[in-house]
């Protein structure tokens, strides 16, 4: 594979409890290089955001976990998950799916999430040591609980994928990407982010923990907030702070 970042360094395992997990004690243990990627086809104890866990078929869909030695500052962060967002994004959308980036990293294709992102910083002053990039894509699975609103590559297009296909072209625009933020092009890829992200611009329901309103989102701060107009004001607002509503 011809990158211009990262190393196509990929380790697969048939089983681990987390990709995640795997990648940490790696880094700790050795000097692994750039882009160094950890796949299974088993992920028994998968975590999600917000100490949630992240259940997946076994053999059925892309689970993997991606080691980054980002040079960008701490404040700058939130740009990895754009970086990762988009990578998922431009995959699915080269298949011919409309897919959407619920700020701040799930992978909608409809309101059904087809991919799922984690990531977990090791920093050091302002800078970062490295990043694990976490992510889980429902490719080949057929069945999914209801109240998941979960969806597959499968289901929305009635064909199974090649798992390594999808994940080759998956990691030529993550080091796409990747790079693009490493040359420090945050205006181009913030301005990709407004093409893919859901409910940009539109006028829908939100909560917080006090009230229900109306309010369109307007964009992301440099630190990664959400933006959004509300009927009085214009608000900033943190991943636990805000609930989309239907
Ligand atoms: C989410 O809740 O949306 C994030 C899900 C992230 C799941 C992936 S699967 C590979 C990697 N290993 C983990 O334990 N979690 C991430």
Redesign the pocket.
């Known amino acids: 594979m011809n990158c211009k970042r990262l190393s196509a360094n990929f380790i697969s395992l048939s089983s681990v ?5 795997y990648a940490a004690n790696l880094v700790k243990e050795t000097n692994v290089a750039n882009g160094t990627t950890i796949l299974t086809k088993r ?1 028994y ?6 100490g ?1 866990s ?1 259940l ?1 078929e076994d053999e059925k869909n892309l ?3 991606v080691v980054l030695y980002p040079s960008i500052k701490f404040d700058r962060v939130f740009y990895l998950n754009i970086v990762a967002s988009l990578a998922i994004a431009k995959t699915l959308k080269d298949l011919g799916l409309a897919v959407k980036v619920k700020w701040p ?2 992978i909608l294709i409809g309101d059904k ?1 087809v ?4 990531i977990e910083n090791q920093l050091q002053g302002q800078l970062i040591k490295h990043s694990i990039v ?3 894509l429902n490719v080949n699975q057929k069945e999914f609980p209801k109240e998941n609103k979960a969806t597959s590559l499968f289901l929305e297009m009635g064909v199974e994928q090649e798992l390594e296909i999808v994940f080759n072209q998956f990691f030529k625009y993550l080091d796409f990407y990747y790079d693009l933020l490493e040359q420090g092009n945050y205006k181009v890829l913030l301005s990709r982010y407004y093409e893919s992200l859901y409910r940009y611009q539109q006028w829908s329901r939100y909560s917080t923990n006090e009230t229900e309103f109306f309010g369109m989102i307007k964009g992301i701060d440099e630190t990664g907030l959400l933006i959004v107009q509300t009927e009085s004001t214009v608000k900033k607002f943190d991943l636990k702070e805000i609930a989309f509503l239907r």
């Not at 409890?17 to 997990?21: A, F, H, K, L, Q």
């Not at 104890?45 to 917000?50: N, Y």
């Not at 991919?115 to 984690?118: E, K, N, Q, S």
């Open positions: 409890d987390s990709t995640n997990n992920q104890s998968g975590k999600g955001q917000r949630n992240w997946s689970i993997f976990s990293n799930d999430k991919a799922g992102i984690l976490g992510i889980g």
